[in-house]
């Protein structure tokens, strides 16, 4: 079982998704006494009788004056049997750019509703986007049951309609989990709720603590994009010449054979070393330093994979795009694309489609696509590059897009995305 | 197994885990910039950073050097350290003084004698004279607030500034270092690190830390709730009486302002104890800096340190 557990929240400030996860750093003992003193200050100076943990994970000064509470913030607590990294995305505003930032290292995603709305407009975006990016497990938090007075048929009626959308974007019967909660009461964040006998499931905490995250790393092929070639030049170790990189699907051990893209060249694993030795095997994420058995040329950007199932190599590719940006986009756009740990030229030859992810729908050739939007474009770029479909292998698919002329990063890439993917969408035929 | 045993094999999980990440951000920088640096105080989170450097590039040599902005309010047993560790590593040292700015009065003493807002314009002189592009710092997201939406690479302005609205999007682990000259960016391989995390890490890997970190006999006074210790910077008012206790340092930073706590946690298996049973963060105990306003941070990040 993975201990480390990265988890994206999305909801609206209304929902209580502050109080949510101010929650879940109050229960875990993650808050200490000089935050909780000053909390507790604050609390009374606004005339509340119990802290706010919402304070917890209150914006900052300069944020509040100048409206950048639109960020994705990090916390971070633990239990004894893992540890999570909580991407803690605000749902208002831009709410692409922020939900597409924090589902893009997450493993599984909160949403958050208020049980007197259900689910609502921006449930259902939020839904569609993490299913986009490839999230592996929904859940969906019905917070302030307390304000409906612990109402099981109502808490029953926002799960089944919220379990309907998330098997229309292709989520399986299991990977997703309504939990009637109360942030501000307590119900069913970390404790068990006495006020909602009817529900057998797990909290939250215990459902973050035990659903099962890594991806099997066997099934999938091995890639690792070289970051830099070490090469020590000491008396040691005169011709030792190992490219360093983090793996980025599947497993490598000594003796596995190996091509370097987009060259083509094929080896042999000879070692797979660290600092604290060399390595009988490694899996996906591990930073490691491989050996190859023949004398390559070899540099950073280059991709390292197994032989018998490399990436294809083009200079063309369709791709999904969530722009980021406010400078729009319009098909004939320069621009730069770092994939892996390779940085080329592009062209954006093609504005195919936009996806409406609030009505699942497409719209053929918008002309344009703006801050916020999903678009689907065709790429031609100055150099051949392997690239994986983002649905077979998200690492080796993914990639940002960064305008050449003032380095901004312009959009998340998901390199062969269709919009169909996503049970439940009807595509039209892109020209 | 056991749950103690399954914990057990957790922690490790989650610091390998960790280890990568920040393995994989030193190797992105040293293939994308031209001249990055560390930022070593002798504290532990810039010897662990340097810990983490050394096995990015191992059996290389790290190839970057290191830069110590001193506040001249030092801790003896920090600054041998510091010496010690360049050494050990063949290390090329950086030092921007705060004292030479203030003896030709390019900086003047504050009256509260305190000289960590000071570091601001050394740090930013150093960097640019060594046209430094790429700066590495121990910060982590847990320290505080002002943290917890720092980017693992934060651009800054030639000015050292950190805008919050040129802030990029950070999207899996593909990080975009591009600047303008004579911009620079901030780099945070610790930053999903937290105060626990960095502790297990040092006793796994065994990493040598200053002694001020763990527990000793030392001359100290109460000041805002706080234990200081007399040195360079000044020492007790009369008014302030001079206790000696056993204390340790949780943080290492301006003498003037960085204060003790009573501890006799001596190892570091007892130091993890400690702080897992602590109920202050590490800031709010040590810091009096950090505990003049609850935005104390935030400003000076916004002007250019850390």
Not at chain 1, 322 to 340: H, T, Y
Not at chain 1, 371 to 392: C, F, H, K, M, W
Not at chain 2, 111 to 127: E, F, H, S, V
């Amino acid at each position: 079982m993975s201990s480390l557990l990265r988890l994206a929240t999305a909801g609206s400030v209304d929902d209580g998704k502050s109080t949510l996860v101010g929650r879940l750093l109050y229960d875990t003992k993650s808050v200490l006494a000089d935050q909780l003193d000053a909390i507790e200050r604050a609390s009374v100076d606004k005339g509340m009788t119990t802290p706010d943990l919402s304070l917890l994970v209150d914006g900052l000064r300069s944020e509040r004056e100048q409206g950048i509470t639109i960020d994705v913030a990090y916390r971070y607590f633990a239990t004894p049997n893992r540890s999570f990294v909580l991407a803690d995305t605000p749902g208002h505003v831009q709410y692409t750019r922020n939900t597409v930032t924090g589902a893009s290292t997450a493993q599984l995603g909160v949403l958050l509703v208020d049980a007197r709305n259900g689910v609502v407009e921006q449930t259902r975006r939020h839904a569609a986007v993490l299913a986009m990016l490839g999230v592996p497990r929904l859940v969906l938090a019905v917070n302030k049951v307390d304000l409906i007075d612990y109402d099981e048929a109502a808490f029953t009626v926002i799960a089944k309609e919220f379990a309907a959308h998330a098997t229309s974007l292709g989520y399986a019967e299991g990977t997703v989990l309504a939990i009637p909660v109360s942030a501000l009461q307590g119900d069913n964040v970390a404790t068990k709720s006495e006020n909602t006998p009817w529900y057998s499931g797990p909290t939250l905490l215990e459902h973050l603590e035990e659903v099962p995250v890594a991806p099997d790393p066997h099934e999938a092929p091995f890639r690792m994009p070289v970051q830099y070639v070490i090469r020590p030049r000491t008396p040691e170790y005169l011709d030792y010449r190992g490219y360093a990189g983090q793996i980025a699907a599947g497993t490598v051990r000594p003796g596995d054979e190996v091509v370097v893209l987009p060259q083509g060249l094929k080896s042999t694993v000879e070692s797979v070393d660290t600092a604290d030795g060399s390595l009988s095997e490694a899996g996906t994420g591990k930073s490691i330093t491989v050996v190859l058995a023949d004398d390559l040329d070899i540099t950073r950007g280059d991709v390292i994979a197994a032989a018998d199932n490399a990436p294809k190599v083009t200079d063309e590719f369709t791709a999904a795009l969530c722009w980021l940006s406010s400078k729009q986009l319009e098909p004939g756009a320069r621009v730069l694309i770092k994939q892996g740990t390779r940085t080329v030229q592009a062209m954006v030859e093609e504005l195919n489609a936009r996806f409406d992810e609030q009505t699942l729908s497409i719209v053929d050739s918008p002309g344009k696509l703006e801050l916020n939007e999903i678009g689907n474009v065709s790429l031609r770029l100055a150099e051949q590059l392997p690239v994986d479909d983002y649905t077979v292998s998200p690492r080796t698919g993914a990639f940002i897009v960064i305008d050449p002329k003032d380095g901004d990063t312009l959009a998340a890439g998901l390199v062969g995305h269709r919009f169909s993917q996503l049970k439940g969408v009807t595509e039209p035929e892109v020209a | 197994m056991t749950t103690l045993e399954a914990a057990a094999d957790a922690a490790r999980d989650n610091l390998a885990a960790l280890e990568s990440e920040a393995i994989h951000i030193f190797r992105e920088v040293a293939g994308e910039f031209d001249r990055p640096v560390i930022l070593f105080s002798g504290g532990k989170d810039s010897t662990l950073l340097l810990h983490l450097a050394i096995k990015a590039f191992w059996p290389a040599p790290v190839p970057f050097p290191l830069l110590h902005v001193d506040t001249g309010h030092n801790f003896d047993e920090v600054i041998a350290f510091r010496d010690h560790v360049v050494e050990k590593y063949g290390l090329r040292l950086v030092v921007a003084s705060v004292q030479d700015y203030i003896d030709d009065g390019r900086l003047a003493e504050r009256a509260d004698g305190t000289r960590n807002p000071l570091q601001t314009q050394p740090l930013l002189d150093a960097i640019a004279d060594n046209k430094f592009d790429a700066v590495f710092g121990g910060g982590r997201r847990d320290e505080e607030r002002a943290r917890a939406k720092e980017r693992i690479f934060s651009l800054r302005s030639s000015f050292g500034q950190w805008d919050p609205r040129r802030q990029r999007p950070e999207l899996w682990n593909l990080y975009n270092g591009r600047h303008r000259p004579g911009e620079h960016v901030r780099v945070f391989p610790l930053s999903n690190f937290t105060e626990s995390d960095v502790w297990n890490y040092i006793a796994r890997e065994q990493v040598e830390l200053p002694s001020i970190y763990y527990a000793h006999q030392r001359k100290v006074y109460s000041r805002d709730g706080m234990w200081l210790t007399e040195g360079p910077w000044g020492g007790p008012r009369e008014d302030e009486e001079v206790h000696e206790l056993t204390v340790r340092y949780r943080t290492v930073g301006d003498g003037s302002c960085t204060g003790a706590v009573e501890s006799t946690a001596s190892t570091v298996e007892e130091v993890i104890a400690e702080v897992q049973a602590s109920r202050l963060t590490e800031r709010g105990a040590t810091r009096a800096d950090d505990r003049m306003s609850e935005a104390a941070m935030e400003d000076r990040k916004r002007e250019g340190y850390f």
